[in-house]
């Protein structure tokens, strides 16, 4: 089975800190992306990575950067954290071409 | 108009009840379909997916496609109180780096009663 692990489960942050979410996926997936999930609202994509040092912005990228140093682990930088960043934040991955993704178990985030 | 429309419920049957499940979209490149199952406090887990019209089994579950109306389905029969969770449909468009982009409906909470 495919896994997908986000380093925490729940974070908490000042506003205006940097905050780092972590992803690994164990199976050699080319593809990673992240996600942000709010009610109403649904997974709007941040960005996505198809190779090691490839980035491209998904949706919804202003306030987010991020970096993919190794085929599998992708990080997710809010550069200065602010309480409309509040959301619950998924990583996935897939192989290259049409696939599923599949996602980690999210990373809620609280920005005060 | 969002590229994925998707009514979010609340819906609550029975158990033992059919479920439909109805997602509409608004693009028509070559593209590929999928349902998800959220339970709370998880992340999405696949439950079909589909590149062509018609319809496609797995148990219980049977996803449906119609591309001349653009329309997306999941039944669930013989629904059960463990099926109580959120559904997700996703539109992925085919070509370059634009795989496993998908795009989300806002999802259906779903509650089975016993």
């Known amino acids: 089975d495919v896994k997908v692990t986000q380093s925490s489960r729940y974070l908490v942050k000042r506003t205006g800190e940097k905050v780092f979410l972590e992803c690994v996926q164990d199976?050699?997936?080319?593809?990673m992306f992240w996600y942000r999930q709010d009610p109403g609202l649904g997974l709007r994509l941040i960005y996505f990575?198809?190779?090691?040092?490839?980035?491209e912005k998904g949706d919804i990228p202003e306030g987010y950067s991020v970096s993919r140093e190794k085929k599998e682990r992708f990080s997710l930088i809010l550069e200065s954290a602010s309480t409309n960043q509040t959301s619950m934040y998924l990583c996935?991955?897939?192989?290259?071409?049409?696939?599923?993704?599949?996602f980690g178990n999210g990373t809620r985030l609280t920005v005060t | 108009q969002k590229e994925v429309e998707q009514d979010p419920g609340p819906l609550s049957v029975p158990e033992g009840a059919i479920v439909s499940l109805n997602c509409t979209y608004s693009?028509?490149?070559?593209?590929?379909f999928m349902w998800y199952r959220q339970y709370s406090r998880k992340g999405p887990e696949l439950l079909m997916y589909?590149?062509?019209?018609g319809n496609k089994e797995d148990g219980r579950f049977t996803a449906q496609v119609d591309k001349s109306s653009k329309y997306i389905s999941l039944f669930i029969r013989d629904s059960q109180p463990s099926d109580s969770a959120t559904y997700l449909c996703?539109?992925?468009?085919?070509?370059?780096?634009?795989?496993?982009?998908?795009?989300f409906g806002q999802g259906t909470i779903l509650t089975v009663h016993p």
């Open positions: 996935a991955s897939c192989i290259a071409g049409p696939s599923p993704l599949h």
């Open positions: 199976m050699d997936h080319e593809n």
């Open positions: 990575s198809y190779d090691v040092k490839m980035k």
């Open positions: 693009n028509s490149a070559f593209q590929y």
């Open positions: 589909t590149y062509s019209s």
């Open positions: 996703a539109r992925g468009r085919a070509g370059g780096t634009s795989y496993g982009k998908l795009t």
